[in-house]
C-alpha cells in the first residue's frame, strides 16, 4: 500500500473518517460546504484499493516570528480507522508529510497534540501556552478608564480595523498566524460576539471575541495594542454583571491580566497549548533573524525523520554556512566545538518558548557553557502565542 494525495472525489471518504474518528457529526447540508474547505489542503492518505484506511492533513498556513512572515504546514486531521491502527500508517504519513512540506517550502510546522509524548518521537515541541483566567462576579470591579468606548456590531466595512489591531499585536509576537480574508470569516466573524475598544480620537486599540451563555461569559480572544483598550474591555466585561456569574477569559501567557485588576489573585490556569517543528533547518536559519553580536557559534543538528537536516551550522552575524553530513554516513567522534541540539529543541528556542540555558539545563543541548551563551546572546526575546485553532 502506497501514500497517496487525495483528490476531490475522496473527500466525502475523508469527511466520514474524521467524523468517525474524532466523535463529531457533519449535517449532509454542511457536506458541500466542509468540501470546498478541503480543496485547499493537501490530503496524505494510505488507501486498500478505494478504501480509504488513514490520513493525514496539511494545511497552508504562513506564521509571524516578529515582523517576518514564514510558510507553515499546519498537521490536522490525522486519523486511522481502529482496525487499521498499530501498523504504523501515521508513522509512514507523518514522515512522507515531512518531506511534502519541505517541497512545498514550509519550512516550519505546527500541530494541535493529542499526545505530546507521541509528537516529540517525530521532532515536533511544545512553543506556545494558553492561560484560561477565570473571574468570579463578586471580583468584577471597573478600573479608571479614559475616555474611549466600546463597540459592538461592527459593520462588514469596519472590519479591517480589527483585522489591523490584530495584525500589529501578532507581528510582535512569534507563532501567530497571517491570517487570510478566509480565516477572519470562517472561523473569526462567525457565531460568536466582537466588541471593540475605539480610543477619544476614533481609533481601534483592541478587541474580543466572546459569547455569553448559561450565566457564563467565554473570552475566546482579547487582542489590545494598548492598556487603555485592556481597561476599556475590561470594564465592558464588567457591565454584564446582572447577566453572568463568571467569566472565563483565555489570553496569553505574556498578558499582564489580572495583575492590574483591583483583585489579582484569581484561577489561571497554564496548559501547554500547539507544537513546532522546523521543516528544513538551513533555510530557516536563513531566513531568521539573529540578533548581531560578532561572534560565531557552530550547531550540530540531529533529525531522526529529516535527514537532510543533518549536520553542522556556522552562525555568524553576516551568513549561516551548512556542512551536512552525507546520506548513510556516521561521525565516529563526537564534535569537540559548538552545540550538539535536537530539532525539537531547535525548534522551541528559536520560537521562544524556553531559553537555550533552560534546554542546557535539561540536558537537551549539549556542548560547553561559553557556546551555549552565544547562541543565547544571538536569539532575540520573543513571546510565542497561538490563539487559534486547527
Not at 501556552?129 to 466600546?150: A, C, I, R, Y
Not at 460568536?192 to 455569553?212: K, P, T
Amino acid at each position: 500500500m502506497e501514500i497517496v494525495v487525495l483528490s476531490e472525489k475522496d473527500y466525502e471518504e475523508a469527511i466520514k473518517l474524521s467524523m468517525y474518528a474524532f466523535q463529531y457529526k457533519v449535517n449532509e447540508e454542511d457536506i458541500p460546504k466542509r468540501k470546498k474547505m478541503l480543496k485547499s489542503h493537501d490530503i496524505l492518505a494510505i488507501k486498500d484499493g478505494e478504501k480509504l484506511l488513514a490520513k493525514l492533513h496539511i494545511i497552508p498556513f504562513s506564521i509571524y516570528i516578529k515582523e517576518k512572515i514564514f510558510h507553515m504546514g499546519g498537521i490536522a486531521g490525522v486519523s486511522t480507522y481502529p482496525e487499521y491502527r498499530r501498523h504504523g500508517y501515521v508513522k509512514q504519513l507523518i514522515t512522507e508529510a515531512l518531506r511534502h512540506m519541505n517541497q512545498q517550502q514550509q519550512y516550519i510546522s505546527f500541530l494541535h497534540p493529542f499526545d505530546i509524548h507521541f509528537y516529540r518521537r517525530f521532532g515536533w515541541e511544545i512553543f506556545a501556552d494558553n492561560k484560561k483566567v477565570t473571574v468570579e462576579k463578586k471580583d468584577f470591579v471597573m478600573l479608571p478608564s479614559t475616555h474611549g468606548k466600546v463597540i459592538r456590531d461592527i459593520a462588514e466595512n469596519e472590519r479591517v480595523h480589527i483585522e489591523k489591531v490584530y495584525k500589529a499585536y501578532a507581528a510582535s509576537h512569534s507563532g501567530m498566524l497571517v491570517r487570510t480574508q478566509d480565516w477572519w470569516n470562517d472561523h473569526v466573524y462567525c457565531e460568536d460576539n466582537i466588541a471593540c475598544y475605539m480610543n477619544e480620537r476614533g481609533e481601534y486599540e483592541g478587541y474580543l471575541v466572546y459569547s455569553v451563555k448559561n450565566k457564563e461569559m467565554e473570552v475566546i480572544e482579547i487582542i489590545t495594542k494598548t492598556h487603555q483598550a485592556a481597561v476599556g474591555l475590561w470594564n465592558f466585561i464588567c457591565q454584564h454583571d446582572s447577566m453572568i456569574e463568571k467569566v472565563v477569559i483565555t489570553t496569553s501567557t505574556y498578558d499582564l491580566f489580572p495583575f492590574y485588576l483591583k483583585q489579582p489573585k484569581q484561577k489561571i490556569d497554564v496548559q501547554p497549548y500547539f507544537m513546532g517543528r522546523i521543516v528544513n533547518v538551513e533555510e530557516f536559519l536563513k531566513s531568521y533573524s539573529f540578533l548581531p553580536t560578532s561572534e560565531k557559534v557552530f550547531i550540530h543538528v540531529n533529525d531522526e525523520y529529516c535527514k537532510w537536516n543533518i549536520g553542522t551550522y556556522l552562525l555568524t552575524d553576516d551568513s549561516i554556512t551548512a556542512y551536512k553530513i552525507k546520506e548513510d554516513s556516521v561521525c565516529t567522534h563526537p564534535p569537540k566545538v559548538g552545540l550538539q541540539i535536537g530539532i525539537g529543541a531547535l525548534t522551541t528556542i528559536l520560537l521562544g518558548y524556553k531559553t537555550v540555558r533552560d534546554l542546557y539545563n535539561l540536558g537537551e543541548i549539549m556542548g560547553s557553557l561559553e557556546d551555549v551563551k552565544k547562541l543565547e546572546r544571538k536569539i532575540p526575546e520573543l513571546r510565542p502565542f497561538f490563539p487559534d485553532f486547527f
